[in-house]
């Protein structure tokens, strides 16, 4: 089992920053990958940026250029570094981690961009 405790999301104004921090509960040395999804009200929950373990690095087209993901396997936390948010970010995000037999997601963080 693995636990996952994100935090930092919050409210903020157009073209500000937020980074998010998903904390587990063991080593994330060895994961599949781990990533950050997230689902406004009305849509389907949408991956955002994934990491595997061998560090390769994905994004959903529309964060390409302004956020970052990375982890800090000392710290078995993976984040999420939001630069430039637009109203469109507005969603509550959800930190996931594969560990080769099972998904786990965290409880999800608000992150809310105004205009």
């Known amino acids: 089992q693995v636990q996952l405790v994100e935090s930092g999301g919050g409210l903020v104004q157009a073209g500000g920053s937020l980074r998010l921090s998903c904390a587990a509960s063991?080593?994330?040395?060895?994961?599949?990958?781990m990533g950050w999804y997230r689902q406004a009200p009305g849509n389907e929950r949408e991956k955002v940026a994934t990491i595997t373990s061998g560090g390769s690095i994905n994004y959903v087209d529309s964060v390409k250029g302004r956020f970052t993901i990375s982890r800090d396997n000392a710290k078995n936390t993976v984040y999420l570094q939001m630069n430039n948010l637009k109203p469109e970010d507005t969603a509550v995000y959800y930190c996931a981690i594969d560990d080769w037999y099972k998904l786990y997601w965290g409880q999800g963080t608000q992150v809310t961009v105004s205009s």
């Open positions: 063991r080593s994330i040395f060895s994961f599949n990958f």
